[in-house]
Structures are given as C-alpha cells and as structure tokens.
C-alpha cells in the first residue's frame, strides 16, 4: 500500500483513478477464491507497472497465485488470484495487509458447527491507513480526504446462499453479492453471518431413520400374521 504514494503526486489530477477491489468467492464445499485487482486510470498505467513490479513479481513467485493483467471499468491494471481449499482454516494472510481478523480463532471465516447446519462468520476490521503511510501523506502534504477521492477502495464477497446478518453498504440477496467501499480517514467494519447445511449429517440421519423404520416394519409383519391366524 505503501508503495502508492510513488505514483499519488501524478494521480491527485486525476479523481478517482485508481481503485482496488478484494473480491472474496466463497462455494458450498468450503473452498474459495481471493481476487486481488488494482486497477489504475490508463493515463498512469505506466506508473502503476513501476511501482509495483517488485511486488508483482513477488507474488509471481508464491504457490497458488496467478497474475494477469486485466482490463475493467474502462481502466487498466493487475489481478491476483488466490485459491483457498478450506476458508476456515485460512487466516487473513491471503488479503491485503490492512485487513484484521475480529473471529476468537483469528481466521478469515470462523465456522460454529451443529447437527443439521454450520454457521460462518466473517468479522474483520480494515484500516487503510498506518503510521508510517500517515507520515509520507504529511510529508507530501495529502490528507485522508483527498486520498479518497483519489483512490477507491472495495472489498466484496461472493456467498453461495443468501447471508443470515450483515453490515454491507450494498447488498444483493438474489445474487448473494456484499460490498464494503473503504476510507483512507476512518476504519471500515466488515461482518457477514451465513449458514450451510451440514450434509453429512443430514444423509446420516435419514439413513439411520430408514433402518428404523425397517427395523420396526420386521418386528411387526411376524406379529401381524400371527394376529391374523
């Protein structure tokens, strides 16, 4: 994040040039996708390469992350995509920096499971801004105010049902999509609550109900043609 202020000075002419978007797909069986876009004006598309080829090429390097260069919203810029096998066991290492877990186990989904459903939970706290990117705002004379003009900020999840409880400043329950958009001036909530069928246990149960029932319907056919004779 930090390393944006090496192309701020060119953007400030620019309103609303730059943007992120942390896209979170989460599918019924526990595994997820993370995409990571940084999207700039196609002014500045140079810029943008420059300041962040060293960590592009560090990501470039790591297991399980794939980057490509993307174009959306008329703008130009990088996609990182990260695949997830189980996103209760993944902690919040997969997303940007300023992103903080608030779950008891630190995780970026926290799973409470019972009989018939499991429910899962995403509870973080993003803060864009830190010490030290504070201090090379002052120093380049930017506030948090123009930051946010200048550079939008989006996190947004991909659920596949429809969530339970959530604070999303847009939500679309047909589609299960929720969207956070973030401040450089203040820190942004991010709860969303949702539940799944346990499967397993469902099938389990309706298995063991037709032994029963099987179970009773042979004890009783002796007794019934011993009634009748």
Excluded at 84 to 105: G, M, Q, R, Y
Excluded at 153 to 181: C, G, Q, R
Aim: hydrophobic share 45%; proline share 3%; with cysteine.
């Amino acid at each position: 994040m930090k390393k944006l202020l090496l192309v701020l000075c060119a953007a400030l002419l620019f309103s609303g040039c730059m943007k992120t978007e942390t896209e979170l797909f989460i599918e019924k069986d526990g595994s997820a996708v993370i995409k990571n876009n940084f999207l700039i004006a196609e002014e500045l598309d140079n810029l943008s390469e420059q300041a962040f080829s060293k960590e592009i090429d560090k990501m470039k390097g790591e297991k399980d992350v794939k980057i490509e260069k993307i174009r959306k919203d008329g703008m130009v810029g990088t996609q990182a995509t990260i695949n997830i096998k189980d996103i209760t066991k993944e902690s919040t290492l997969a997303l940007p920096n300023n992103f903080k877990s608030l779950n008891p186990d630190n995780k970026l989904v926290s799973v409470k499971k019972g009989f018939f459903k499991n429910t899962y939970t995403i509870n973080l706290e993003v803060n864009m801004a830190d010490a030290e990117l504070e201090k090379r705002m002052q120093a380049q004379q930017i506030k948090p105010e123009q930051l946010d003009a200048i550079f939008k900020v989006s996190f947004i999840v991909h659920l596949p049902v429809k969530a339970n409880e959530n604070n999303a400043m847009s939500a679309n329950d047909e589609t299960f999509e929720y969207k956070w958009d973030m401040k450089f001036s203040q820190k942004t909530p991010v709860k969303l609550v949702y539940t799944l069928n346990n499967t397993g246990n469902i099938v389990l149960s309706i298995a063991l109900a037709i032994v029963v029932i099987l179970l009773i319907a042979v004890l009783l056919i002796p007794k019934n043609k011993e009634n009748q004779e």
